[in-house]
């Protein structure tokens, strides 16, 4: 991503969304649009196999094709400082630069700031699967997806996935869809 492109994300962030770009914290701040789904059956966290592998896969880009995922997509995830003294990103989040950097605060009990990478890439399979799993696998956190627009957000974790939808009637739509995936929790947890 050129220096614009960076700019140009900023700018539309601070129209759109407002605030920091805290993953965790979309579904208090956005809860009238928030919907979490479950990337495994009976809400499994960690796949053990490639079958459950290719189950997490599967589900994550079919919900993201339901949210109209386009030809290039922000792909961004948090790192701290301690974890970017041993070189660049995350192998699974290459071309990644800069965005942003969040000081520390009591969200998250860390006490070293955090440096917000993105880069742009397809949603193809072949593209966003590396990233997909290693988020899985708890290698890379505060994670999330969204079209250049930034019209919703994707927030993938290890266990599932927070969704922000454009609108309430989108993510009615979303959990009247993939029913079998949500939480049996009354938060919806």
Do not use: C
Request: no cysteine; net charge negative.
């Amino acid at each position: 991503m050129t220096k614009d492109e960076v700019e140009s994300l900023t700018a539309t962030w601070r129209t759109r969304w407002g605030g920091a770009p805290i993953a965790h914290q979309f579904r208090g701040r956005y809860a009238d649009r928030w919907v979490r789904f479950h990337s495994l059956p009976q809400s499994k966290r960690y796949a053990e196999t490639e079958d459950e592998y290719d189950i997490i896969l599967e589900r994550h880009h079919r919900v993201l094709a339901a949210l109209g995922a386009d030809d290039r997509l922000y792909v961004i995830a948090g790192y701290f400082e301690n974890t970017l003294g041993r070189g660049a990103p995350a192998p699974a989040h290459r071309g990644a630069v800069p965005w942003m950097t969040v000081p520390p605060n009591d969200y998250s009990g860390f006490v070293i700031p955090m440096t917000l990478y993105v880069s742009v890439t397809s949603p193809a399979p072949s593209s966003l699967d590396p990233f997909l799993r290693a988020v899985a696998d708890d290698e890379i956190a505060y994670a999330i997806i969204a079209p250049l627009d930034l019209r919703w957000l994707y927030h993938p974790y290890d266990g599932g996935a927070d969704v922000i939808a454009p609108t309430t009637d989108d993510r009615d739509g979303l959990k009247a869809r993939l029913t079998d995936w949500l939480s049996a929790h009354p938060l919806g947890l």
